[in-house]
């Protein structure tokens, strides 16, 4: 069992920049892939970026829309999933999730994989 607590969540202004966390607890000492997820006002959640079992293996994805912009991490050390948003836009308004499942046979990144969710931080972005 996998706890994931987001923060860093804001109100900005487009252009500008954010840097969410995710603060995992519990088994973590188990490996897991790990991604973030966003989920607009009347839109379908959506996978933003998603990241390896570890540091080792940091291999990381990104949705086409924040490529170049945004940039996932994780610390091993502090359990903690960050995201780096910058040059940030109107489109980027959304509630953020990070998420979390077990490396059994891989990394994947559809929503259905994912076992652990956070509660969400909320990142609005005004033009």
């Known amino acids: 069992q996998v706890q994931l607590v987001e923060s860093g969540g804001g109100s900005v202004q487009a252009g500008g920049s954010l840097r969410l966390s995710c603060a995992a607890s519990g088994d973590t000492w188990r490996r897991y892939c790990w991604g973030w997820f966003r989920q607009a006002p009347g839109k379908e959640r959506e996978g933003v970026a998603h990241?390896?079992?570890?540091?080792?293996?940091?291999?990381?994805t990104y949705a086409d829309s924040v490529k170049g912009r945004f940039t996932i991490s994780i610390d091993n050390d502090k359990n903690t999933l960050f995201l780096q948003m910058n040059s940030l836009e109107p489109e980027d308004t959304a509630m953020y999730y990070c998420?979390?499942?077990?490396?059994?046979?891989?990394?994947?990144?559809?929503?259905?994989?994912?076992?652990?969710w956070g509660q969400g931080t909320q990142v609005t972005v005004s033009s």
């Open positions: 990241i390896g079992y570890d540091a080792s293996d940091a291999s990381t």
């Open positions: 998420a979390a499942h077990a490396y059994i046979t891989g990394c994947y990144s559809e929503i259905s994989d994912f076992r652990y």
